[in-house]
């Protein structure tokens, strides 16, 4: 049989847990109890007691070590104040209600605290006070009594009850005064004060037919409290013989599952009289109230039914006094005693508390997650308890106590894989046949940051075509974190490349939330053909963890640029034109190839040159001859660019041949450059000098032409200056300082005369003269210059023929006893433009 603890009443408001018989819990338990004691029936929010104080924790640590308590019972009786220091009383506490006649009434309570966890056993004494006076159970008893009665009769009365204890307890009975009648105690077998009536002289049933009698109970306490009951006796007439019980006290066992209707037991009396004074009566003379409702007596036979359900765990044992009365008026007394036996019909409950619930994934094994408390209300076998768990988890039940078990990680947690564990916990008692009763316990793992980003691929490749807008997506990175919430938000940023990262954002960055790389700038195949960042993708948790992949990105080359025409440079032109155009704009500086007549079938003329800084298809090139005076007479190497002679030359070929060939790349669309080459058809260089003279000659445009005689004509201003400059310059020095200046005070020359640059030769001119001024040596600071000699004067003949740089004009030549070679002497030359090729 297997019973939920849902369905169990008193059960469902224990799920709190009831862990007032936690002793060693875990390995720190408290060494000693505390204990406190108040008086019952005090109201809500009284104090009990400094707990927090009593437990050693200060004001500060409370909020982190999570104070509270936990109580067994059904009821919440304490709490702790709005400050969380003390223990106060939640709801009225009747200790009579609560423990009956038990005494001392100790209420158990633990106090749990984290970090560390630690759980303290608290006891309440509950103290009585005198708050419930004696009652009997009948106010009103009739006694009939026989006037032959001899004195000394005894007959006893019901006993007052009083729910206190101790000095508060019933403590003594009086009785209104009365010559006929007295009262004694006597002590029953369980230690109870039984009142008897004693006759202490015979009665005249002539004289006094009734007798009114008050019996009091009063207890000890202070003030003291009392009940009554009036006793109303009945004197009657002769009776020989009074019944007789078979036995003086009845045990009776019973067990508790007996059903209702049933025959308890039978009490019987006998009486030696004849008619109506042998017919007995039975009754109940004393009973209490929670036996009167599980028994009748049937007043007739003395059969005892069981009227109402048996329960071992709400009464262990009854006990009543029977009466049985005569038809004359005489009775007799007898005790019984009836014992409720144990039968297997409570199963286990179960209580859990949740000590660490969400459970961190990084708890280690025997670590304490919640604490089980086992009741079974049966006893003996049919009370105690073993416990498991259901299924195959890393948990384990270790006992604790006697009903107590721990629930403890076995093994280590990952919530990665597992998050939540629906833990099913089975009590089976050992009774026959045996109850069963399950609990369930959903504890869920909270995370920690124990796992870094992964990233889908270690590395990534990426190829972009070049000169692509800045701001285009690149690719997207994605990691994963097994993690969950902020440990498992990842976020990207660039971490390095083979430029630094400094470097790797100026070409890609990457956006922190999507993992999309951008680029910065548009890229060239030329300058950059790959390149590789370094991505980083880090988590949210506290630390850190992070891992990084490696981004390669190749640039898709192109068709961008246009072959470039190393050789003949003066051919290129414009990219993409391969027309006659082109082929015009380079002709006027295109060398010229010298091709004897002589020449036979693929003799090398002249090779083209030509680089493109594409790569691949777009940068293979082949050469195509787009124009010629004989096209018939030369050729071009697809491939290699060398033009040859694709026959003999003959005597009827033209002496001036031009050529121009187109290079052409393969992309798409198609890029070209133009190469322009000349050829001379002479057997020698000197035949072959008139053509190019007449081709110089015819090659020089009208617009060259005359900016080379406003050249001429500056230069030759320019020098007629300086003519004039250098004349009035050596006037001056001969002369001495002017007077003006004499008058100022000493003056101070430099020794150098005017300097011109070593080699002032710079002219375009087809003939230009060169002034070459050779600087003078300089001498002590502040000697006074002397006179200088008087410039000589020459002819513009001699001016214009003077002698290259270097040499010593002969009208500059020195006197005898100077220097060889005058500084300050002008050196004159002339120097002739030469007329080279192109």
Known sequence: ?????????????????????????????????????????????????????????????????????????????????????????????????????????????????????????????????????????????????????????????????????????????????????????????????????????????????????????????????????????????????????????????????????????????????????????????????????????????????????????????YEATVEGKDGGGLSAHAKVHVDILDVNDNAPTLSLLPILNPIPEDSVPSTVVAVINVRDRDSGDNGEVTCNIDGDLPFRLEPSSENTYKLIIASALDREKVSAYNITITARDRGSPALSSRAALVLEVSDVNDNAPVFEEAAYSAYVAENNAAGAPVLRVRARDADAGANGRVSYWLAGGSAGAAGAAAYVSVEARSGAVYAQRSFDYEQCREFAVAVRAQDGGAPARSSTATVRVFVLDRNDNAPRVLWPAAGAGAAGSAGAAGAAAGAAAAPFEVVPRSAAAGYLVAKVVAVDADAGRNAWLSYELVQAAEPALFRVGLHSGEVRTARAVSERDAAKQRLVAVVKDHGQPALSATATLHVVLAESLQEALPELSERAAGADSPAELQFYLVLALALLSALFLLSVALAVLARVRRAGPPAVLRCLGAQRFSVAGAAFPADFCEGTLPYSYNLCVAPGRAVAEGAWLPPPPPLPSLPAEELMGGEPCGKRSPSSSAGAGEPPADPDALQVCKSARSRSFP
């Open 1 to 317: 049989m297997e019973v939920r603890p849902a369905a169990q009443g008193r059960a469902a408001a224990g799920r709190v847990a009831l862990l007032a018989v936690l002793l060693p819990v875990c390995c720190r338990s408290a060494a000693e109890r505390i204990r406190y004691a108040i008086p019952e029936e005090l109201g809500r929010g009284s104090l009990v007691g400094p707990l927090a104080r009593d437990l050693g924790l200060s004001p500060a640590e409370l909020p982190a070590r999570k104070l509270r308590i936990v109580s067994g019972d059904e009821k919440q009786y304490f709490t702790l104040g709005e400050d969380s220091n003390n223990l106060r009383v939640n709801e009225r506490i009747d200790r009579e209600g609560i423990c009956g006649a038990v005494s001392p009434c100790v209420l158990s309570l633990e106090a749990v605290v984290e970090n560390p966890f630690n759980i303290f056993h608290v006891s309440v004494t509950i103290q009585d006070i005198n708050d419930n006076a004696p009652q009997f159970d009948r106010e009103f008893v009739a006694i009939e009594m026989i006037e032959s009665t001899p004195p000394g009769a005894r007959f006893p009365l019901s006993s007052g009850r009083d729910p206190d204890i101790g000095a508060n307890s019933l403590q003594n009975y009086q009785l209104t005064p009365n010559p006929l009648f007295s009262l004694v105690m006597r002590e029953s077998p369980d230690g109870t004060k039984q009142p008897e009536l004693v006759l202490e002289k015979s009665l005249d049933r002539e004289k006094q037919r009734n007798h009114h009698l008050i019996l009091m109970a009063m207890d000890g306490g202070d003030p003291v409290r009392s009940g009554t009951a009036q006793i109303n006796i009945n004197v009657t007439d002769a009776n020989d013989n009074p019944p007789v019980f078979t036995k003086e006290i009845y045990k009776v066992r019973l067990l508790e599952n007996l059903p209702e209707g049933s025959l308890a037991f039978q009490v019987k009396a006998t009486d030696g009289d004849e008619g109506t004074n042998a017919e007995i009566t039975y009754s109940f003379s004393d009973i209490t109230n929670s036996a009167r409702q599980l028994f009748t007596l049937d007043s007739r036979t003395g059969d005892v039914k069981v009227t109402g359900p048996l329960d071992y765990e709400e009464g262990k044992y």
